[in-house]
């Protein structure tokens, strides 16, 4: 088992992540309700207010997940939120997600975002694996993914229906053998 309790703070040179606070939950609610972002995601525009506020009320509490705001410094509030979920015991891996919202996009914070995440769990956690999808119609975060090295390991033919297509699901990983090739070439 995995054990996820101590919540850190990571301050990058854009972002900083961090655990969530109370006044993080409007911000989190222009999130869930921008239009790109639940394309993007996948996600269902309906939700209950107080569903959320609970779940997110609850995320530092949780030891078998990671979950972090990732906050903009220059404009002093939440843009998104970064995740490692669903771990596997038997492959010692884990799911990695990232929501950026629309005052968050386009200015290189998902990026930081995740790279600061990734390095912090391959340096913390004896995970020997992260793992996540992308919609084949989002190639801005397929991108980023391939800059910190995550390669394609599968894709998962009509996973999502949109406007009456249907999206593939690209599956991708990064292990933290390639991760650590790459800490050692950057030094």
């Not at 995995?2 to 006044?23: A, D």
């Amino acid at each position: 088992m995995i054990e996820l309790s101590g919540k850190p703070k990571l301050v990058g040179g854009k972002v900083i992540l961090r655990p969530f606070v109370e006044s993080d939950f409007p911000f989190i609610e222009e999130c869930l309700k921008d239009p790109e972002l639940l394309k993007l995601t996948g996600s269902e525009p309906a939700y209950n207010r107080e569903t959320v506020l609970q779940w997110y009320a609850t995320r530092n509490a949780q030891t078998d997940r990671l979950d972090l705001a990732i906050i903009d410094p220059v404009q002093g509030f939440l843009v998104g939120e970064v995740v490692a979920n669903s771990y596997e015991a038997e492959n010692e891996r884990m799911n990695f997600r990232i929501m950026i919202g629309p005052r968050g996009r386009n200015r290189g914070l998902g990026t930081e975002a995740t790279q600061l995440f990734i390095d912090y769990l391959f340096a913390h956690t004896p995970l020997r694996k992260i793992t996540l999808s992308v919609f084949e119609f989002n190639p801005r975060a397929k991108h980023v993914y391939e800059k910190i090295g995550f390669v394609e390991c599968g894709v998962e033919k009509e996973e999502l229906e949109f406007e009456g297509q249907w999206i593939d699901s690209i599956l991708m990983s990064l292990t933290r053998e390639v991760w650590q090739e790459r800490q050692r070439k950057a030094e």
